[in-house]
C-alpha cells in the first residue's frame, strides 16, 4: 500500500546540499587569517608609538624590515617544507654553515667571491637539504628525526672544523647588500620586497608550487595523479637548506662576522612565523604572504617587547603569550564570528 | 608492550619489529662496547652514574610519549624542565619533608602546563605543535623571571639522596624510573589506556566507537605535563643546581629517546617502556663516545648517526615482516 | 499486521538538522515497527547519514522528535544511544587497526579483573563467545589490521549486533561483502528475536530479499514510506531522484578492432596476478569482475605502475612500453582512476579546491613555462566539467565538502584532464547515487566512442552487464573466464568469480 507522504509539493526548492554550500566559505578563511595577521601588525605598531613615540616612522619601518629580512628568508623554506606535510629542524646549523663558509672562505673584496664563491657555498648548503630529501623519501625517515639528525651532525662538524670560534670577515659583496642604501631605501629592503614577490609567485602561481599543495594535502594521491613526489621532497629540502645558508649570510654581512649559535634563534620563530601567517602544520594549506606577516609581527613584538627594557624573562614570556593570541585567533571559531561580527556591521 | 595486548609480540617475528625490542638490544650491545673501553664500568657505581644521568631525559621522554602516542607534538617539555628547576633551585626545601613538597610542586607545576595544552588541543582543536610552542616560550620566560642566570641551589637532602644508591647497589634514581614505568603498566591496562591507542590511530573511528576522545587527549597531555615536573625534579637532583636554559638542551634528545624507541610519530604505535630504553642509550651512547677519546666537538655526530641508523633499521625490519606477512 | 496496537520501535517525526545557513535535514518523519528489517533509500547527499548520526547519538538535530519504543530518545552521545538501546554499524568503519579484534569488540569499556585493571582473558574470552555466537570466523587476539575488508565490515556488523540493541543500524554493510548470506541469517535471526533494522543500502535486489518496506529520502526529507513488494524500481528511482529512471544502454558501434589494441598485456605476473593476457581494443569498454582480493587490484596497480611487473609485457598500440611507476604509465597514455572507499586517502586532495583537484591531473595544460595561467585552467575545467556533467558553481568548493557523488566526478573529470587514451577505472561507481552513476557512464561511453579504451572493474554485477563489451573474471589471480557480448551476464560472472569453471564458457574464439 503506497503511503505517501509528500512534504513538499516541488522538490529540492529551499533545500541547499549542506554539505556543498560550505566549500566556499572554508577557502576564504585563508584570506582572512592572512589578512587578520597584518590588521594585527599595523595596530601592534600604532600601539606601541605610545611607547616610544620614534615607532612607526618611516625609518623605523625600514630597520623592522632590515631586521625581519633574515627570518622572512628562512620561513619561505620552512613553510615549502611544512607545505608538503615536513619540517626542517636542520636550520639553524645550515645557517650557521652558510656563514661561517661565508666568513672564513669567500674572500673579502675579490669580485670572484661574488660570483663564483657564494653560489658554491649555496649549492653546499643545498646539499645538506639533498640530504635530508633522501632520507626522507628514499629510506622514510620522519622528517623531524632526519632534519633534527642532520642539524646534530652538521653543527658538530662546524663545531670541529672551527675549533668553536669561526674567523674571517664579511665579504663585501654581503656588507652591501645588508647595510647599503639605494636611492634613500636600505638595499635590503628592496632585496626583501623582490624576494618576496618572487617567493610568492613561486608558490601560488606556478606547477612546482601547485604540486606542494598536492603533495601536502595527499602524498598518495599526489603520486596516482603521476607527480615525482620523491624528486620534489628533495628538491624543497634542498631549496629551504640553499635559502637558510642564505640567511646565515645575510647575518654575517649584517654583524661582520659568525657566531656558531647564530642560526639557533631563528627555529622556533620560522616555524611560529609560518603557523601565525596561517599554514597548517599537517601541510596542504597555507601561504606565504601569511607567512610574511608572520615574521614581520614576531619582528615587531620583539623590537617592542626590547624597548620596553624588560628583563629577558619578561621579553620572552610576552612573546609567547601573543604567539598564543595568534594562535587561537587563527582557530577557525574565531575566524568564524569576526566574519560574522563584520557582517553584521554591515 | 608496543602495540595492544598480546599482539605481534606474541609471535618471534613479532619480537623482532618490535621498536622495543631494537633498542634493548642498542642498549646492551653499547653497554658490551662501554664495558670493553672503560674499566670498572661493570660495577655498580658506575651503573647508577648512568641511571643518575640518564634519568631525568628518560622521564622526559616518558611525558612526551603520552603525546606523541596521540599523533601530536608536545614542546612544552623544555619549559617546564627549566621552571621546575629554577622554582626548585631558587626556593629549597629542607629534609624529606620539603623534598616531599618539592615533588609535589614540581609534578603540579607540569600537570598544571599540560592542563593548558590539554584544553587548548583536545577542547579547543588547535594544532599541538603549535600551541606547545607558545607554551614552551611562555614558560621558558617564566622560568627566566624566576632566575635569570644559572644559579640557586637544590635542596641537598634531595641531591644527596636521589643520586645515592639504595643499599650501595641500587640507584635511587633507578626506583623512580621504575615507579614510572609500574604506573605506566598499570595506565596501559585502564580503559583511558586503550582509549589513547585508539584516539592517536583513528580520531574519528575512536569516537564512533564511543570513546571521549576529547577527554583522552587532555589527559594525556596532563600526564605528559606531570611527567615533565618529575623529570624536573629528578634534573635539579642531578645538577643541583638552577638554569633557566636547562630543559633546552635536552628538547631535542627527548624526541630521540622517543623515535629510538619505537614510538611512531604517526600515533598509535609505541609504548613507554622503549622511550626510557631510548633515552638511556642515547646518553650511554654519549659515555661511550666520550671514553673513546672522541673529540666533544664530534659527539653530536655520533648522536646524529645513531639516531638515523636505528630508525632506518626499524623501518627495514618493519618493512620485511610487512612483505613477509603478505606473502603467507 | 496490526498496526493500530504495536509499539513501533522507532518513531520519527519531524527531524530537521541545518549545520549553518545549509539545511542537512529538512524534516524526516517515518515508523519503524518490532522485527522489522525497513530499508532507507536515497542518493547520497538525501540526508541519509545525517539521519544514520542523529539516531546514533554522534549529532543532535534541531527539532523535531524520536521515540524509541514509546519513550523520548534523545540521545547525548554513542554511549547513550547504546544504553538506550540503538546500535550502528557505520559505513566509514569504526574499527581501530592497532588494537585486537577483542578490544574493538569492547570498547570503550573493556572487561575488568579482579584488580581493577583490564583483564586480557576475560576479554578475548568474551569477544570469543560473541563471535562464536555470530558465526564469524575470527581470532580474538588478532590485530585488526590484518583482517581483510570483508572481515572488518563484518566484525564491524557483529560489534553492533553484540550490544542487543532494540535498534539496529546497518550503513551500507553489503559493500564489500562478496555474499550475503551470512549477514541476511543472522539479520533473520535478530528480527526473530524482535530486534528492528534499519537497513541503509544502494543495492535494490538486496533490500527486496530484505526488507518489506523503505522509506525514501530525497534532498534531506522522507519521500514516502512505501511497501517494496508493490512498488516497482522505476517507482523507487522516480522517488529518490525525482524523475525517471533513464537506461543506459551501450552503444557497441565505436568499437575498432582493425587497428591495433589499443592496451594489449601479455603473460603478466605481477603481485597476486599470475600469467594475465587480453586485450583491450580501441573504443572498448573491458570489464574487470571478481571476488574481493582476487587480484584485480594488484592487476590495476601494476598496469599504473603501482606494483612491480616481474614478468610479462605491455603493450601500447603495438608498441612494448615499460610502467615503472605512475608517471611512466601516464606518459604511455595509461591513467587510473581510483576506488571510491579510498578516494579520501588515495583520490582527493582534501585541502584544495575542486578546480585544483582537477586540473592538477594536466599541469602542462594549464601552464606555460611552468607559470600556471588562470584562463587555460578555467577552460580546461569547463570543458571536464561538462563531460563528466560536474555543475559550475561547485568548482570553487573546497573538494572535502561535496558529496561522494561529486567527488567521484571530480575525481574522473581529472582523470580526463590528462588526455589519457586508456583508462583505467576501478569500481568508479561504488557508493555513488543512482543519478552520478548513469552520469559517470554516460561520460565512460562518450569517452570510448571518441577514441579511448576503458579497463573497467566493478563490483556491481549489473555495471557490467550494461556497460562492457568483454568481461574478463579474475579468480585467484588468474583470468578464468573471458565472456564476450552477449554471454555477459550476471549468474555466468558469478559462477567463474567463485571458481566454478565448467558453469562458464572460457575464452571464445574470436
Known sequence: MLNLRDESATAGTGFVRGEDKRGAVRLQRETVSAIGVYLVCILALFLSKFINPEFGSFHQLQTILTLASFLIVVSYGQGLTVLIGGLDLSIPSVITVGGVLAAAWVSTLSPAGFWWQIPAVLIVCSLIGVVNGLGVTLLRIPPFIMTLASGIIVYSICLGATGGTPSGAAPNSLSTLMAGRIGGVPIVNVFVVIFCAIAIFMQSRTSFGQRLYAMGSNATAAKIAGMRINAITVCTYALSSALAGFAGMMLVGYSNGATLRMGDSYLLPSIAAVVIGGSSILGGRGTFVGTIGGAILLTIFDMVITSLGLAQGWRTMISGGLILAAILLQHEGALDWIRSVGRRRN | ?328 | MDAASVIPTLNVTGLHKSYGPTVALGGVTFTILPGEVHALLGENGAGKSTLVKILSGVVTPDSGAAELVGSPYKPQSILDARAQGVATAFQELSLLPNLTVAENLGLPRLEKGPTRLISRRDNEDSAAATLARYGLQLHPRAPVSRLSLADRQRLEIVRAMSKEPKLLILDEPTAVLSSTDWLFAIIRAETARGTSVLYISHRLNEIRELCARGTVLRSGRSIATTDLCDTDDAAIFEMMVGSSLATFSRDRSNIDRATESRLKVTDLHAGTIKGASFEVPVGGIVGVAGLDGQGQGDLFHALFGLTAIESGTVQVDGKAVKVKSPSQALKAGIEVCLLPEERKTQGIFATLSVQKNVTLGALSKVTTFGVMRRARGLKLMGEVAREVDLADRYFNFQIGDLSGGNQQKALLARVLSTGARTLLLFDPTRGVDVGTKQAIYEAIQRYAAAGGAVLLYSSELSEIVQLCDQCLVVYDGRIVAQLEGEEIEERRIVAAATGHLDASKTRRAA
Not at chain 2, 632566575?147 to 650501595?168: R, Y
Not at chain 2, 636554559?245 to 627527548?254: D, H, K, Q
Not at chain 2, 598509535?268 to 626510557?276: A, E, K, N, R
Open chain 2, 1 to 328: 608492550m608496543s602495540t595492544a595486548i598480546g599482539t605481534r609480540s606474541s609471535s618471534a617475528r613479532g619480537l623482532l619489529t618490535n621498536g622495543l625490542t631494537t633498542v634493548v638490544i642498542l642498549y646492551v650491545v653499547l653497554y658490551v662496547v662501554y664495558s670493553r673501553m672503560e674499566a670498572g664500568a661493570l660495577t655498580a657505581s658506575a651503573f647508577g652514574d648512568l641511571v643518575n644521568n640518564s634519568i631525568p631525559l628518560a622521564i622526559a621522554a616518558a611525558g612526551a610519549t603520552f603525546v606523541i602516542l596521540l599523533g601530536g607534538f608536545d614542546l612544552s617539555v623544555a619549559g617546564v624542565l627549566s621552571l621546575v628547576n629554577v622554582v626548585l633551585a631558587t626556593h629549597p626545601m629542607d629534609g624529606a619533608g620539603g623534598a616531599l613538597m618539592s615533588v609535589v610542586i614540581a609534578i603540579s607545576i607540569g600537570a598544571a602546563v599540560g592542563l593548558c595544552n590539554g584544553i587548548f588541543v583536545a577542547y579547543g582543536g588547535l594544532q599541538s605543535i603549535a600551541v606547545t610552542l607558545a607554551m614552551m616560550i611562555l614558560t621558558r620566560g617564566l622560568a627566566l623571571v624566576v632566575l635569570d642566570a644559572p644559579g640557586g641551589s637544590v635542596s641537598d637532602w634531595i641531591s644527596d639522596t636521589l643520586t645515592n644508591s639504595l643499599w650501595g647497589v641500587v640507584p635511587a634514581s633507578g626506583l623512580v624510573a621504575l615507579a614510572v614505568a609500574a604506573l605506566w603498566a598499570i595506565f596501559r591496562r585502564t580503559n583511558t589506556g586503550v582509549a589513547l591507542y585508539a584516539v592517536g590511530k583513528d580520531q574519528t573511528a575512536a569516537a564512533l566507537s564511543g570513546i571521549n576522545v576529547k577527554r583522552t587527549k587532555c589527559i594525556a597531555f596532563v600526564l605528559a605535563g606531570a611527567l615533565y615536573g618529575l623529570a624536573g625534579f629528578m634534573l635539579s637532583a642531578q645538577t643541583a643546581s638552577g638554569d633557566p636554559n636547562a630543559g633546552s638542551t635536552l628538547l631535542l634528545l627527548v624526541f630521540a629517546s622517543v623515535a629510538l624507541g619505537g614510538t611512531a610519530f604517526t600515533g598509535g604505535q609505541g609504548g613507554l617502556y622503549g622511550s626510557m630504553i631510548g633515552a638511556a642509550t642515547l646518553m650511554l651512547l654519549q659515555k661511550v663516545l666520550f671514553s673513546s677519546g672522541v673529540q666533544s666537538f664530534y659527539i653530536g655526530l655520533f648522536q646524529g648517526f645513531v639516531m638515523v641508523v636505528a630508525v632506518i633499521f626499524v623501518n627495514v625490519i618493519t618493512y620485511v615482516a610487512r612483505r613477509n606477512r603478505e606473502h603467507a
